[in-house]
């Protein structure tokens, strides 16, 4: 294909074709972009939903407040401003409301997890878990298993490495009291307790 | 939670950097799957690999995923776990065999599961167990009010686990649930997409249509003012008001959450039987329809039991033998400085950035002897 493409180009050089092909390819890319965006905000059949203007045109609001991590912050005034229905992506709908959660969320909706979103996570196409899953059936067949993990059963079984490692915080806050005390003062020195619940959570002591 | 998956900690590995560092490529990771997954193009393309911002966050991805195969790997070695009937959660995915080919889950599906398990279940309780930290610290006499009801209940702390006395414990269960509707774990929008047929939202008078993504943000909704009494602020005793009386011919969700919206719960209260509402204006009926830190339906965490458990059981033995209180410190992330200087943050909130788990700083507590 690109060798009939460079053939003609070759073929053509110095003559006028060369000139045409370079108004053409610039022109041609306008007029996909213009049409594009005329369909994204009036034909679209999200188009009659309220978002800025820049969100209804591109994913890339999304993609920017994605990268910073406040997306739920932009979520929160973007419906404060538009109300409850918001066009947070061409493709996307943002709604803030209780109905709109069960109606979503709720057994028996009509929707599966976004393939769009969801793949993204996958480390390759067959590397899919429980909660990556999209396709309904395979999901319901990964969650029975899990199920099994995490019912009430083996939740008796796991609460004593929970207790495990609660008890070992609590020897690190002790071993801190004692410090603290032998030095004349009743309060520990300042413990960052957000790192100290991921050695919890871990059950790493380094 | 190495221990809950995998049947050890990570640090027994050998507190290597490599374990340490795990947690950093863990939200390097979940950032780079947030932020691809915004525009999935730029993965297609293989764009990812060659713009900036983005190569930094695929390569640190890689590590993670290799540090989630390692787990994986050595736990399916050990074969000596498995006789020793210890059961972790990954027993059950091992020995779990297909109903109809009798074949066992395949080894991609196992990593991706294992992958899954470190972030789903440990960093978002982590996440969860600071907040309420933070938000208790921070208001003192709920505090106190808590430790009051932690101390005069168990005699000591090593009674301190799953049972009635613990259930016995509503406020405590009042300030975790208070902790996760402001500052939810997962704080954005679990994207869903419509199916051929369409959604439709009667209460909206809206019809979704097929072929796109919908969803609601946590975050968002568990700070509606149409539906929670200041939002903003942490009051566990807005979730110790009882349910309207109409609630009797309510029907409820599997989720055991009302289904129907109330939507006048402001207005409403003060007519009420003032017993009911004296300690909080919050209408409990609203609170609930709002309120989905877990998700809700099918798809909803699977984990909820164990995270009640873990938080329940750290939070109560802490206060039961420590007092608490907050060293004041000035955010250390520069983003969240500037958003809370433009007023797009409120000062004082737990603030997390959102890359689909949260990333979290402090809060730094000083602790001493109960009194």
């Known amino acids: 294909m690109f060798d009939i493409v460079f053939q003609a180009v070759e073929n053509a050089a110095g003559s006028l074709a060369t000139s045409y092909i370079a108004l053409a390819a610039p022109s041609l890319v306008l007029v996909f972009l213009l049409t594009a965006s005329l369909h994204r905000l009036y034909f679209h059949p999200l188009s009659k939903h309220p978002g800025p203007l820049f969100a209804r045109l591109t994913p890339l609001p999304d993609l920017y407040h994605a990268y910073r991590g406040d997306k739920h912050i932009h979520f929160f005034h973007l419906h404060n401003k538009y109300g409850p229905v918001v066009r947070l992506a061409p493709n996307s709908l943002s709604i803030n409301d209780p109905a709109a959660l069960r109606a979503i969320y709720g057994h028996g909706a009509n929707v599966q997890k976004s393939e769009t979103f969801y793949h993204a996570f996958r480390a390759h196409p067959a590397a899919i878990s429980t909660l990556l899953a999209t396709e309904k059936a395979h999901h319901a067949r990964k969650r029975r298993i899990m199920g099994q993990a995490f019912s009430d059963g083996a939740m008796r079984d796991l609460e004593q490495y929970v207790l495990k490692n609660v008890r070992l915080w609590e020897t690190e806050v002790g071993r801190r009291v004692k410090v603290a005390k032998e030095e004349g003062k009743s309060w520990t020195s300042g413990v960052d307790m957000g790192k100290w619940c991921n050695y919890l959570v871990f059950g790493e002591w380094v | 939670m190495g221990d809950l998956v995998f049947g050890k900690s990570f640090g027994t590995l050998g507190a290597t950097p490599e374990n340490r560092d795990a947690i950093f490529w863990l939200g390097r990771a979940a950032r780079r799957n947030y932020t691809i997954g915004a525009m999935p193009f730029l993965h297609r393309s293989g764009l990812e690999k060659w713009i900036p911002p983005f190569r930094g966050l695929w390569f640190d991805r890689l590590q993670y995923l290799a540090f989630g195969k390692r787990q994986v790997v050595e736990r399916s070695n050990n074969t000596s776990l498995d006789s020793s009937g ?57 505090l106190e009010r808590l430790a009051g009801e932690i101390r005069s209940i168990f005699d000591d ?40 047929g369409g959604l439709d939202i009667p209460a909206l008078n809206l019809h979704v249509p097929a072929g796109v993504d919908v969803g609601t943000c946590t975050y968002a909704i568990h700070h509606h003012e149409d539906y929670v009494v200041e939002p903003f602020i942490y009051n566990p005793s807005r979730w110790l008001q009882r349910p309207s009386t109409k609630s009797h011919t309510r029907q409820r969700s599997d989720s055991g959450v009302e289904l129907q919206q109330v939507t006048q719960p402001v207005e409403d209260h003060k007519t009420k039987d003032v017993h009911l509402n004296r300690e909080h204006e919050q209408e409990h009926d609203a609170l609930h329809s709002i309120f989905a830190p877990f998700s809700l339906g099918n798809r909803a965490c699977l984990g909820k039991p164990l995270v009640y458990m873990e938080i329940s059981i750290a939070i109560a033995r802490l206060v039961w033998k420590y007092d608490m209180r907050l060293v004041d410190m000035v955010p250390a992330d520069p983003g969240v400085r500037a958003d809370v200087r433009r007023g797009r943050r409120t000062a004082g909130d737990y603030h997390v950035r959102d890359w689909f788990l949260s990333a979290n700083e402090g809060p730094v507590v000083q602790f001493a002897e109960r009194g």
């Open chain 2, 86 to 142: 210890r059961k972790d959660i990954f027993h059950y995915l091992l020995n779990a065999k297909d109903p109809e080919t009798g074949e066992g889950l395949p080894k991609g599906e196992l990593w991706m599961e294992g992958n899954t398990l470190i972030v789903a279940g440990s960093d978002t309780s982590s996440t969860t167990i600071s907040a309420t930290l933070y938000h208790l610290v921070r208001n003192t006499p709920c």
């Open chain 2, 157 to 196: 702390s090593e009674d301190i686990r799953t049972g009635p006395k613990l259930q016995a414990c509503t406020y405590l269960r009042a300030c975790i649930d208070e902790a996760m509707r402001m500052s939810p774990a997962v704080p954005g929008l679990l994207p869903r997409l419509v199916l051929p």
